[in-house]
């Protein structure tokens, strides 16, 4: 099971700018991929799907809330999952965390917005957006 530890959570203005980064015990290179997602959860309100990349070639899924204001992005010599968070809104506020799931490409696509199919989660990390 790969353990995931977020970091780079924070506050800030409306209008700024966030990277989280969550860190890998195992390479996204190795025989098994993975579907490696950002998920957030808000006080009062169900966890949600942000951003997932498949790590075998790297394709992309974002929730349209985000969609041209964060990027997700892996790198594998880090073994470092990023989500760049950009133009931050206060309904952005809430604590985020990395999960991941041993799997193909076509279930990242279907699923990558779907909490209960992720098996590894990390601790998260809180971000706050104030206006």
């Known amino acids: 099971q790969v353990q995931l530890v977020e970091s780079g959570g924070g506050s800030v203005q409306a209008g700024g700018s966030l990277r989280l980064s969550c860190a890998a015990s195992r390479t996204f290179v190795e025989r098994y991929t993975y579907c490696m997602a950002w998920f957030r959860q808000a006080p009062g309100k169900e966890r949600e799907g942000v951003a997932a990349?498949?790590?075998?070639?790297?394709?992309?899924y974002y929730d349209t809330s985000v969609k041209g204001r964060f990027t997700i992005s892996q790198d594998n010599a880090k073994n470092t999952l990023y989500l760049q968070m950009n133009s931050l809104k206060s309904e952005d506020t809430a604590q985020y965390y990395c999960a991941a799931v041993n799997a193909g490409r076509a279930y990242c696509s279907a699923y990558y917005s779907s909490s209960q199919q992720f098996q590894a989660w990390g601790q998260g990390t809180q971000v706050t957006v104030s206006s």
């Open positions: 990349i498949y790590t075998g070639d790297g394709s992309t």
